[in-house]
């Protein structure tokens, strides 16, 4: 188990574990809740005095009003698993059960709430303050954490000049931090910051060799349920009873030692990377797939390592041991380039259940790698990696991004000339976007080049925030929507299908789906009336699918899938791989299918 029960025992002063700045204070009168209605500080002395050290803590997960997500974020359920057992949490995702910032407001009172921790991303990071905004002005403490916090933190407290927005923030990973931030909640005592480190003083990560047991089997996910209530009846009808479909997020590891330009990840998780045990992400693959049993429902898992391949001899050691325990499961996850040359690494993804692997190509220029710290991507390996990916029927999430230092007006076309070429994915495209605390952020800012400098402030999706070089901003912007408009047209669908004619139909189902949500990354269909457009648009390919569900559902008898199933296994050298993935593609399991956002590293 994790050592919360230790840190609950300590001094709050004890520098032993971790860095804490005093609360300064804030002018406003805090209140715990309505239960009592008293100021934070005396209500909570008042709770201790009466013995009540107890919590109703609110996790909240703002929207960005804009941009949805498919998947519940994992902070939320690793806080929820880390706190000590006398607190109550309650888990909200603005994506999935939005709340005006009154409404919110008036829930956190009613429930009896009283402390309020929120999570976000840079893009979210607006939203979440004036959320936060209007809690502390009811009087709620708000704690915030965070890759944006932590990295703007003078931001959040009001330390530059702006308003303050929260009352603590929990900096860097905060899994040793967050029962301590709790307690002192509680108290009514909380610090300024929480940052963890070791006995000298300096930062210190969790190894993650304590991981705390996540209890999927038993909560409440109904909030994030995949299939709406309309489609049940249909799904029904064609024979999938699934009341659920769930996509999960699971770490295996944190930590990236690539350091590409304008990534976050090795500034925030460092440059080694941890590794939770085998048995304890088996264990928590074994208890979805018991969830998913027990619910009539569909589970599917999102490892959300930075790189899921980035020890290629422990990667292939947790998918064995998924394979022997029988907790295979349909999952994506992000692996570079570099690191699927591997044979038996891709045998073993998709013995396990991987369907699909996001890839951060960012680009098929090496000039614009290298300009970016991402040389070891190295785009003549690109067709090579995919063909051999697809072999085994798993595809992938191809990720580009335009703007970068070589670009020139084109580069959509040049890139949509390459996808044409390679087997079906789900290609998505971005503007390069200098987040803060980056390397790239300091690049620009040194170059005078940001053009809104706070561009979080005013977000405003797939916006440039800085001067590219041999583009103009007006020109990135339509060279990003020049690939999205020509990459998900329908004519673009029906060629992706028709590639895997000869396919189970499962697997055209899965990119059917997956391209119709896709698309809606850039353009969100807002309401029933462009879903049907949307429908009729893409009528032949859904014939299509649907026809074959019906008359062709294992494929065609000469499809790729037959020679895949009779080869030898490639370098794995073990048949029951080749076994494995004949099966699956034989049960036509679904892949994950996404809905608007996918963003990703590796
Ligand atoms: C999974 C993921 C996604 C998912 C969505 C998120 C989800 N539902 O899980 C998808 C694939 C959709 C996605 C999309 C995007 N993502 Co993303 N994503 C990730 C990824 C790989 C994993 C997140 C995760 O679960 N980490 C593991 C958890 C445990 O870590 P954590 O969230 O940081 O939480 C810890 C601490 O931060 C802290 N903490 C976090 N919140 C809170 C709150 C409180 C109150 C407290 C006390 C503590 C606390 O405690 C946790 C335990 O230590 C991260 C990279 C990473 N490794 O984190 C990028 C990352 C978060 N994404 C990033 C980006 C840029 C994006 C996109 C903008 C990409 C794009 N160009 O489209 C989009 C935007 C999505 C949107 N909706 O707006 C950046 C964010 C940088 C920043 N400063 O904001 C990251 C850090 C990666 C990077 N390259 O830098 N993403
Ligand atoms: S982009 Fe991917 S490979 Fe590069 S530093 Fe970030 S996580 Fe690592």
Same mark, same amino acid.
């Given at each position: 188990?994790?050592?919360?029960?230790?840190?609950?025992?300590?001094?709050?002063?004890?520098?032993?574990? *971790?860095?804490?700045?005093?609360?300064?204070?804030?002018?406003?009168?805090?209140?715990?809740?309505?239960?009592?209605?008293?100021?934070?500080?005396?209500?909570?002395?008042?709770?201790?005095?009466?013995?009540?050290?107890?919590?109703?803590?609110?996790?909240?997960?703002?929207?960005?009003?804009?941009?949805?997500?498919? @998947?519940?974020?994992?902070?939320?359920?690793?806080?929820?698993?880390?706190?000590?057992?006398?607190?109550?949490?309650?888990?909200?995702?603005?994506?999935?059960?939005? @709340?005006?910032?009154?409404?919110?407001?008036?829930?956190?009172?009613?429930?009896?709430?009283?402390?309020?921790?929120?999570?976000?991303? %840079?893009?979210?990071?607006?939203?979440?303050?004036?959320?936060?905004?209007?809690?502390?002005?009811?009087?709620?403490?708000?704690?915030?954490?965070?890759?944006?916090?932590?990295?703007?933190?003078?931001?959040?407290?009001?330390?530059?000049?702006?308003?303050?927005?929260?009352?603590?923030?929990?900096?860097?990973?905060?899994?040793?931090?967050?029962?301590?931030?709790?307690?002192?909640?509680? !108290?009514?005592?909380?610090?300024?910051?929480?940052?963890?480190?070791?006995?000298?003083?300096?930062?210190?990560?969790?190894?993650?060799?304590?991981?705390?047991?996540?209890?999927?089997?038993?909560?409440?996910?109904?909030? *994030?349920?995949?299939?709406?209530?309309?489609?049940?009846?249909?799904?029904?009808?064609?024979? &999938?009873?699934?009341?659920?479909?769930?996509? =999960?997020?699971?770490?295996?590891?944190?930590?990236?030692?690539?350091?590409?330009?304008?990534?976050?990840?090795?500034?925030?998780?460092?440059?080694?990377?941890?590794?939770?045990?085998?048995? +304890?992400?088996?264990?928590?693959?074994?208890?979805?797939?018991?969830?998913?049993?027990?619910?009539?429902?569909?589970?599917?898992?999102?490892?959300?390592?930075?790189?899921?391949?980035?020890?290629?001899?422990?990667?292939?050691?947790?998918?064995?041991?998924?394979?022997?325990?029988?907790?295979?499961?349909?999952?994506?996850?992000?692996?570079?380039?570099?690191?699927?040359?591997?044979?038996?690494?891709?045998?073993?993804?998709?013995?396990?259940?991987?369907?699909?692997?996001? =890839?951060? @190509?960012?680009?098929?220029?090496?000039?614009?790698?290298?300009?970016?710290?991402?040389?070891?991507?190295?785009?003549?390996?690109?067709?090579?990696?995919?063909?051999?990916?697809?072999?085994?029927?798993?595809?992938?999430? %191809?990720?580009?991004?335009?703007?970068?230092?070589?670009?020139?007006?084109?580069?959509?076309?040049?890139?949509?000339?390459?996808? $044409?070429?390679?087997?079906?994915?789900?290609?998505?495209?971005?503007?390069?976007?200098?987040?803060?605390?980056?390397?790239?952020?300091?690049?620009?800012?040194?170059?005078?080049?940001?053009?809104?400098?706070?561009?979080?402030?005013?977000?405003?999706?797939?916006?440039?925030?800085?001067?590219?070089?041999? =583009?103009?901003?007006?020109?990135?912007?339509?060279?990003?929507?020049?690939?999205?408009?020509?990459?998900?047209?329908?004519?673009?669908?029906? $060629?992706?299908?028709?590639?895997?004619?000869?396919?189970?139909?499962?697997?055209? =189902?899965?990119?059917?789906?997956? /391209?119709? *949500?896709? /698309?809606?990354? &850039?353009?969100?269909?807002?309401?029933?009336?462009?879903?049907?457009?949307?429908?009729?648009?893409?009528? /032949?390919?859904?014939?299509?699918?649907?026809?074959?569900?019906?008359?062709?559902?294992?494929?065609?008898?000469?499809?790729?899938?037959?020679?895949?199933?009779? !080869?030898?296994?490639?370098?794995?050298?073990? +048949?029951?791989?080749?076994?494995?993935?004949?099966? /699956?593609?034989?049960?036509?399991?679904?892949?994950?299918?996404?809905?608007?956002?996918?963003?990703?590293?590796?």
């Amino acid at each position: 188990m994790h050592c919360h029960n230790k840190l609950l025992g300590r001094d709050n002063d004890d520098k032993m574990g *971790f860095t804490v700045t005093p609360v300064r204070p804030s002018g406003s009168a805090h209140f715990v809740g309505s239960a009592n209605n008293l100021p934070a500080e005396r209500g909570a002395s008042i709770r201790l005095a009466l013995g009540i050290g107890n919590l109703k803590i609110l996790l909240y997960n703002p929207d960005n009003g804009i941009t949805q997500n498919f @998947m519940p974020h994992l902070w939320m359920f690793l806080l929820q698993a880390l706190t000590p057992a006398d607190h109550e949490v309650v888990l909200i995702d603005g994506n999935t059960r939005p @709340m005006s910032d009154v409404e919110l407001v008036q829930f956190v009172i009613d429930e009896g709430i009283g402390l309020v921790g929120i999570g976000a991303m %840079t893009r979210m990071i607006a939203k979440a303050y004036r959320v936060a905004d209007s809690l502390r002005a009811a009087g709620i403490p708000v704690v915030m954490g965070g890759p944006h916090v932590t990295e703007v933190p003078d931001e959040a407290l009001g330390r530059n000049g702006g308003a303050r927005h929260a009352d603590a923030l929990a900096l860097g990973e905060a899994d040793e931090t967050w029962p301590l931030i709790v307690a002192d909640a509680a !108290r009514g005592q909380l610090k300024e910051t929480y940052t963890a480190t070791d006995a000298l003083g300096q930062d210190s990560k969790p190894t993650l060799q304590d991981y705390p047991a996540i209890p999927w089997d038993s909560l409440d996910l109904q909030q *994030f349920n995949r299939i709406p209530g309309f489609v049940r009846p249909i799904m029904h009808r064609l024979g &999938y009873p699934w009341e659920t479909f769930h996509i =999960i997020p699971i770490e295996s590891g944190r930590g990236c030692p690539y350091g590409c330009e304008f990534c976050t990840v090795t500034g925030f998780f460092g440059d080694t990377i941890r590794f939770r045990s085998n048995q +304890s992400v088996v264990n928590e693959m074994l208890s979805l797939k018991q969830r998913a049993r027990d619910t009539k429902g569909q589970v599917a898992v999102f490892f959300v390592d930075d790189n899921f391949g980035i020890n290629v001899k422990r990667t292939k050691s947790l998918l064995r041991d998924i394979i022997a325990a029988g907790a295979e499961l349909s999952w994506v996850g992000q692996i570079s380039a570099n690191l699927l040359r591997d044979e038996e690494l891709l045998d073993l993804i998709a013995a396990s259940g991987g369907r699909w692997i996001f =890839i951060g @190509m960012e680009s098929l220029d090496p000039a614009n790698l290298a300009s970016v710290n991402k040389g070891f991507n190295k785009p003549e390996e690109y067709t090579g990696v995919l063909q051999a990916l697809a072999r085994r029927h798993v595809y992938a999430i %191809t990720s580009f991004i335009f703007g970068l230092d070589h670009d020139t007006p084109g580069v959509a076309e040049r890139t949509l000339a390459q996808l $044409r070429e390679w087997p079906p994915v789900l290609p998505v495209f971005g503007q390069i976007t200098p987040f803060p605390a980056t390397p790239l952020y300091a690049r620009l800012e040194s170059e005078g080049r940001l053009t809104r400098p706070q561009h979080w402030l005013e977000f405003a999706p797939f916006q440039m925030a800085h001067t590219p070089l041999r =583009i103009t901003v007006p020109e990135v912007q339509d060279e990003v929507r020049y690939a999205w408009t020509n990459s998900y047209s329908p004519a673009a669908t029906e $060629r992706a299908l028709d590639s895997i004619a000869n396919e189970p139909a499962a697997y055209k =189902i899965s990119h059917l789906a997956s /391209r119709l *949500f896709f /698309r809606g990354i &850039y353009f969100p269909p807002k309401g029933a009336w462009q879903w049907l457009k949307l429908i009729a648009e893409n009528r /032949r390919s859904l014939w299509s699918v649907v026809r074959d569900s019906f008359t062709r559902w294992h494929g065609s008898p000469d499809r790729g899938r037959t020679q895949d199933c009779d !080869r030898s296994s490639g370098s794995a050298g073990k +048949s029951e791989l080749d076994e494995a993935n004949c099966t /699956r593609a034989d049960r036509g399991v679904l892949g994950v299918s996404g809905e608007p956002e996918i963003g990703g590293e590796a």
